[in-house]
């Protein structure tokens, strides 16, 4: 798991975690993943608004370390020819049921630190939910949930989910 924080101008900042195999080491400063559907969408309205992207990751087994990426974010719209290339080459060309869009960081600062406040943790599996969800949707039931609930962040601003 790994947590990524953004926010516009103005307004709330979001925290939101991720699941590690959806993320993509893409370069000495650039880090993709491939991002499914969620109860909103504020990641990529705060991406469109301001570009500034921090990527989380915690040690939860092991030493203590915490591990943050920062820099500048944006997003890779489903539709692209873009998305297309990158699933072929880092997915296989499978997007799982979902697939929202991905998100690209190019990052310009590494920073870690004790992850002394950090528990330790025992991964046990991933959760069922997600594709349970997914597949009782269906694509049709998916993009319309986007339409209704990602099109928007909490704040007003456009995600540009359909751009």
């Given at each position: 798991m790994f947590f990524t924080a953004s926010a516009a101008p103005s307004g709330h900042v979001n925290v939101s975690p991720r699941s590690t195999d959806m993320f993509r080491v893409l370069g000495d400063n650039a880090v993709?993943?491939?991002?499914?559907?969620?109860?909103?969408?504020?990641?990529?309205?705060?991406?469109?608004?301001?570009?500034?992207?921090?990527?989380?990751?915690?040690?939860?087994?092991?030493?203590?370390?915490?591990?943050?990426?920062?820099?500048r974010g944006r997003v890779i719209h489903r539709a692209s020819d873009e998305f297309a290339t990158r699933l072929r080459a880092h997915f296989e060309g499978i997007a799982p049921l979902g697939a929202r869009q991905m998100v690209h960081l190019d990052f310009d600062l590494v920073q870690t630190s004790c992850g002394y406040g950090v528990p330790l943790f025992e991964y046990q599996e991933e959760r069922p939910q997600m594709d349970a969800w997914a597949r009782a949707k269906?694509?049709?039931?998916?993009?319309?949930?986007?339409?209704?609930?990602?099109?928007?962040?909490?704040?007003?601003?456009?995600?540009?989910?359909?751009?």
């Open positions: 993709m993943y491939l991002d499914r559907t969620g109860s909103g969408n504020e990641t990529a309205a705060h991406l469109k608004a301001d570009g500034r992207l921090t990527i989380m990751f915690c040690a939860v087994a092991g030493p203590p370390l915490i591990m943050r990426l920062y820099g269906g694509v049709e039931g998916i993009e319309d949930y986007w339409r209704e609930k990602n099109q928007v962040s909490l704040d007003g601003l456009p995600t540009c989910l359909f751009e």
